[in-house]
């Protein structure tokens, strides 16, 4: 059973030490060993018993909340991703006007892909005005 030992350990390694930890961890073991044992009486291998056992558990979510272990904050990326764009759409209409003036300069077509090209930074200045409101 050294296996569930590990996967719990791995599970609370972002978990501060105290002796509530231990505890929480000493009872989710020894409830992952009987579910592992009522697996092998219902049949099931060793190793698949374990398994089970471990991906029926899932996570410790919840358990970390209470255990007071905050969660790093997301970074708002939504302007780094417009300027992106913006740039990334004028490098590429840029590219679209060459290759149209250079290869048929007497048929102008480079309209239509920049109409589908800037509906990227379109996306992306309306998920920046969303996420700045917020």
């Not at 471990?54 to 300027?83: Q, R, T, Y």
């Not at 102008?108 to 589908?116: D, E, G």
Request: aromatic content about 14%.
């Amino acid at each position: 059973m050294k296996k569930i030992k590990n996967h719990v350990d791995d599970l609370f390694k972002n978990v501060p030490d105290s002796e509530q930890k231990e505890m929480i961890k000493q009872e989710i073991v020894e409830n992952l060993e009987e579910k592992v044992f009522d697996l092998m009486a219902q049949g099931k291998e060793e190793e698949d018993a374990i398994n089970k056992a471990i991906v029926d558990f899932g996570d410790i979510d919840e358990i970390e909340n209470e255990l007071g272990v905050k969660l790093p904050a997301k970074k708002n990326m939504s302007k780094i991703d417009l300027g992106f764009s913006i740039w990334g759409s004028a490098l590429i209409i840029a590219l679209v006007v060459f290759v149209n003036f250079y290869y048929t300069p007497n048929i102008i077509w480079f309209v239509y892909p920049t109409f589908a090209v800037l509906w990227w930074p379109l996306s992306m200045f309306y998920r920046w005005l969303r996420l700045r409101q917020k």
